[in-house]
């Protein structure tokens, strides 16, 4: 049997036109193709969390929740099919924590996060942490943050520049590291002074190092954390996502209500005011897709999250 070339084209064009017309990624044009935003908090509404990806053209997002989620989540599946996967936070002090994430991994979810707490991030509670991450077979991304944004915010899984030991001590365990400490130490200069340091980037940050040393740490360039570092010095970003263009990994954060700026992108964060009245997605997006090549721009954006969070 044998078809001619030109039918086989028109039918592939036709199947592609009825795929537009069914919207099944609305404004994913803007970034060339799929994107996952992997990192995006449950909002009050699922609804609300669909308006901000259709918003800023993010057709997948990994969705960050609480350990109790299942039902919810299972329900937003159903209703945007292929669009959403989860992650399940609880909280690490109470003796029921590896129960509760246990349960959230059976109920569905794929990654540990965001876990973002006052201890250390080489003490007991998180050390649990990382080893049920490895047991359960799924990432943990942690946030970790030296400098209070506000007075009484604290400061979360500290410690960073003794991580090196944890990496070592995990080695089954997929970490994704995230926010102040984890983006600030790209630079080798920084010296926890500052929530969000600014100016040219001193090679060779402890952060740059580790993700080339271990294989088991990637790196979550969310929120103005993430997107603060990679703008600093336009020749270290474009370097830095090549070398690393396997391990980083594009998420949000963003709070901002429709994906184009309205409402506050980081919410209840005065340190972070660069970015106000802007979407986090669509600056950093823009930013990655100046900075790389149009192949790497696909594994920060899409591959590198669909593989971490097992999203097909
Ligand atoms: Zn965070
Ligand atoms: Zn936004």
């Given at each position: 049997m044998s078809i001619n070339r030109r039918q086989f084209l028109e039918t592939v064009a036709a199947a592609a036109a009825a795929a537009r017309v069914a919207g099944?990624?609305?404004?994913s044009s803007l970034w060339n193709g799929s994107v996952l935003d992997a990192h995006l908090h449950l909002r009050r509404d699922l609804d609300a969390n669909i308006a901000h990806m259709d918003g800023c053209g993010v057709s997948h997002a990994v969705i960050l929740a609480r350990d109790n989620s299942g039902e919810a989540m299972h329900a937003a599946q159903a209703k945007f099919p292929g669009r959403l996967a989860w992650a399940a936070s609880t909280d690490?002090?109470?003796?029921?924590a590896e129960a509760r994430l246990t349960q959230a991994v059976k109920d569905g979810a794929r990654g540990l996060g965001?876990?973002?707490?006052?201890?250390?991030?080489?003490g007991p509670e998180l050390r649990r942490m990382y080893a049920l991450a490895a047991d359960l077979g799924v990432p943990i991304l942690v946030h970790f943050q030296?400098?209070?944004?506000?007075?009484?915010?604290g400061v979360f899984a500290t410690g960073f520049k003794r991580f090196e030991a944890v990496l070592k001590a995990f080695p089954k365990t997929t970490f994704i590291g995230h926010a102040d400490a984890f983006w600030a130490n790209?630079?080798?200069?920084?010296?926890?002074?500052?929530a969000y340091p600014t100016g040219p980037i001193t090679r060779t940050g402890l952060t740059d190092r580790l993700l080339g040393d271990y294989p088991n740490l990637f790196g979550d360039m969310s929120a103005n954390s993430g997107n603060n570092a990679l703008s600093r010095d336009a020749a270290f970003t474009a370097d830095f996502l090549r070398r690393h263009q396997d391990k980083l990994i594009f998420g949000s954060d963003c709070s901002c209500?429709?994906?184009?700026?309205?409402?506050?992108?980081?919410?209840?964060?005065?340190?972070?005011?660069?970015?106000?009245?802007?979407?986090v997605a669509r600056e950093t997006l823009t930013l990655l897709q100046k900075s790389v090549t149009p192949a790497i721009f696909r594994k920060l954006a899409w591959e590198n999250g669909r593989k971490a969070y097992k999203v097909s």
């Amino acid at each position: 049997m044998s078809i001619n070339r030109r039918q086989f084209l028109e039918t592939v064009a036709a199947a592609a036109a009825a795929a537009r017309v069914a919207g099944q990624t609305p404004e994913s044009s803007l970034w060339n193709g799929s994107v996952l935003d992997a990192h995006l908090h449950l909002r009050r509404d699922l609804d609300a969390n669909i308006a901000h990806m259709d918003g800023c053209g993010v057709s997948h997002a990994v969705i960050l929740a609480r350990d109790n989620s299942g039902e919810a989540m299972h329900a937003a599946q159903a209703k945007f099919p292929g669009r959403l996967a989860w992650a399940a936070s609880t909280d690490i002090a109470q003796p029921t924590a590896e129960a509760r994430l246990t349960q959230a991994v059976k109920d569905g979810a794929r990654g540990l996060g965001e876990l973002k707490f006052h201890v250390d991030a080489d003490g007991p509670e998180l050390r649990r942490m990382y080893a049920l991450a490895a047991d359960l077979g799924v990432p943990i991304l942690v946030h970790f943050q030296e400098v209070p944004h506000f007075e009484r915010e604290g400061v979360f899984a500290t410690g960073f520049k003794r991580f090196e030991a944890v990496l070592k001590a995990f080695p089954k365990t997929t970490f994704i590291g995230h926010a102040d400490a984890f983006w600030a130490n790209v630079d080798a200069a920084y010296a926890n002074e500052a929530a969000y340091p600014t100016g040219p980037i001193t090679r060779t940050g402890l952060t740059d190092r580790l993700l080339g040393d271990y294989p088991n740490l990637f790196g979550d360039m969310s929120a103005n954390s993430g997107n603060n570092a990679l703008s600093r010095d336009a020749a270290f970003t474009a370097d830095f996502l090549r070398r690393h263009q396997d391990k980083l990994i594009f998420g949000s954060d963003c709070s901002c209500t429709d994906g184009k700026g309205a409402g506050v992108a980081q919410a209840n964060n005065p340190a972070a005011n660069r970015l106000a009245g802007k979407c986090v997605a669509r600056e950093t997006l823009t930013l990655l897709q100046k900075s790389v090549t149009p192949a790497i721009f696909r594994k920060l954006a899409w591959e590198n999250g669909r593989k971490a969070y097992k999203v097909s």
